[in-house]
Structure formats: structure tokens, C-alpha cells
């Protein structure tokens, strides 16, 4: 009855679209069965006839549910969805020559021409199908091509395994611009050993290593170990690129002492290089340097006063709590060194206030006159907070010491 249908319609030009539309729904969602020629002519008619062919509305909601898409997508997937069905319901009839007429014919279907190469075994051919995509909502498709593609030949067919698996490792950086973290999951589908050859292969590109060892990283919060090595190049990645995320993730996490402390000098990452001297119990040193990078932010606001005549008191507050931070983690009562710190941080500050008045004839008119403008009034607020500081420092040696 169906193929009476189909052959009625032929010539018919309105009615002929959405008979092999009608055609092919039934046979992909309802399981109908037609006649193989007329199976085989309604997927060379969809695939040649593209652009006479509505995207379904189903299909349409299904994709704006999705983050990446374009509106060629719509359109694609549908007619996509209709031929791997329709072949998939031939596939015992494919030969090599109708493969071949229709992958001449699926241009733009990536679905169709993934399905036809898997079906050869082509399996390299169909990775670079999906890596040659314009849209990347098409380009996504292939992580879960080959998260289900892995298991399935890694014991059947370990020739090909090994091919996907080179494959993979020679496109590293292509998927990771794609999904870091989707790509380490692949990779360890593959072997869990590669992680180490993954990160490597990225070596010449440090924003995308840095992105895939985020996700490696990300196990710490699971209470995974991870290798001292990649912590290592983590922290290098970051003096890098991120250098002012540098504190915040060695005061979180653990990171091996020698060999960062080593890259925060290299770097001159001040505050990491104080504080894994506190680390190696060379205290004095890191308070050293803390109080240098507060004189340090001291001299760039006050250069920030009189260029825009704003004051930002943060970015001195954060530098005087880190000092009194180490004072009070190596705080003894009774112990001599602990006093020396507290009054070694509490004269070093007083005596930067002294200079700071001295040397600066603004702020001394700023405190002994009314007189108004932006640098002045910016001026009498930076005393104020010094003043702050040091009563604050002041208040903290009474107690620890």
C-alpha cells in the first residue's frame, strides 16, 4: 500500500516532498517496512534535495534546548536523523559502490557520513568528518561518537583502537578548543596512563594546557592525589598567565615546596616567594618581604592620589594582614623570636609612616590645612588608615606578646 502510495505521487510536485517525508517517518519512528528501492530512493531524494526540506519542529525545540547552534542545524539534524535511520534499516543491502553514491551526495550531513565510514570501519575518516565542521554544536557531536565507539572496539578491534587512539592524542589541541574537560574524560576512556602523554602534547600551547590540567586538578576536591609534576607545571601555567590567581591557589591547596619556590623567584611572584619561605620555616624572610611588597603598594597609591586623586585602602589592608597573618600563625608567647617579629613588623611599619609624612610635602598640607580637592581629601584618608594599621598592630603585640 505504501509503495502504491510512493508511486502515485511521483511527478506530483507538491505532494511529493511530503510523501517521502511521510515514507521516511514511518519506516524510522514506526518501524514500518517498505520496499528496499523505495527506502533507497527516498535517502538519495533527501540527501540531493536538501534545501526543499523543512526542519520539524520537534527537531527545532530539541536544538534551542542546546547551548551551540546555528540555524543551519535545525534543518540538518532533522534530515540527518531520517537517513541514518532509513540506512541503518538497509544496512545488510549497503555495498560498497551505494556507500560511496551516498557520501558523494551527504556534503553537508555529517551523521550520514559518520554512519557510512563506521560502517566500513573508516573510523579516522569519521573523526576528521566531525573535526572539519563549521558549527560547533556538529563539532560536540564527536565526544559522545567516541565515548561510545571506545568501548566497543578497545578489545574487539585493537587495531583500529590503536588508530583512534594516535588519532586523539595527534588532535589534542583541536578537541580541547573544543571541551577540555570532555576531552580528558576521552582520554581516559582510553587509558588512564595517557594523562601524563596529554599534557605534554600540549606543551606548546600553554592556555590550552592550562585548561586541561584545571580539569585534572578538579579531582582534588574528591580527595584524588595528584602527581607533584603536574602541580608543578600548574603553578608555572599560572605564573604565566594568571599570575594574580597565583596566592589564592597555593594558600588553598598543597604544592610541592622546593620546586615552587624556585618558580615564584624565577617568576618574581613576591608573595608566593614569602609565602613558601614561611613554609620552609624561613619566617623572618617571608615577613621581609611582605612588609617590602606594603611599602611597595604604599608608593603606587600614592601615585595613584596624584594622578586621579582616588585612594583604593584594600590593596594596603591585604598586604598588612598577610604580615600579621605570619606573625600570629608563629606566635609563642614567652619566646623571644615571636616578639622580635611582632615589634620588627609594628617599627618597619611606623618608621614607612614617618617617611611617608616626611617625604611628602601633599600629605603634610593636606593634614594642617581645610583646604579641599580630590588629592588632598585622598591623602588625609590614606593617614587615617595608616593610622588604623598601626593601632590595629599595636592592639595585636599587647595580645601575643
Known sequence: MLALIYHCSVGEKKSENLMRYMLANLTVHLNYKIPLKVVEDTVTYILKNKRDIPAWEVTRKKLEEKDEFEEGDFAIEERSVLVVGLLNAMKTKLTNTKIDRYLNYAEEFVDVKVFLSQFQKNYKKCFEYYMQQGSNYQRRKIFKWLYELIP??????????????????????????????????I????????????VKKLDNFPKLQLEYLKNILAQRHQGVKIQDDLL????????????????????????????????????????GI?????????????????????????????????????????????KINSAREVCMKHNKIGDPDSELMWFELLDKILHSHYEFIANNKSIDHALNNKERSPQLDAYRKLNESYSNFIKELFEDLCKHV
Not at 578489545?155 to 576531552?183: P, W
Not at 576512556?189 to 596529554?198: F, P, S
Request: glycine letters at 4%; a negative charge.
Open 274 to 318: 614569602a609565602f613558601f619561605n614561611e613554609r620552609a620555616g624561613n619566617v623572618k624572610e617571608a615577613l621581609k618581604i611582605l612588609i617590602d611588597l606594603f611599602k611597595g603598594n604604599l608608593e603606587k597609591e600614592i601615585r595613584r592620589i596624584e594622578k586621579d586623586g582616588q585612594f583604593i585602602e584594600q590593596n594596603l589592608k591585604e
Open 187 to 198: 582520554v581516559l576512556g582510553l587509558d588512564r596512563e595517557l594523562e601524563a602523554d596529554a
Open 152 to 185: 566497543e572496539i578497545k578489545e574487539k578491534d585493537k587495531a583500529n583502537f590503536r588508530i583512534i587512539k594516535d588519532t586523539v592524542l595527534d588532535r589534542l589541541r583541536d578537541l580541547v578548543q573544543i571541551d577540555s574537560e570532555m576531552t580528558r574524560r
Open 232 to 271: 608543578v607545571l600548574h603553578l608555572k601555567l599560572l605564573c604565566d598567565l594568571h599570575p594574580d590567581l597565583v596566592v589564592k591557589e597555593i594558600k588553598t591547596h598543597n604544592y610541592p615546596l622546593d620546586e615552587c619556590l624556585r618558580i615564584c623567584k624565577e617568576k618574581e611572584i613576591q608573595e
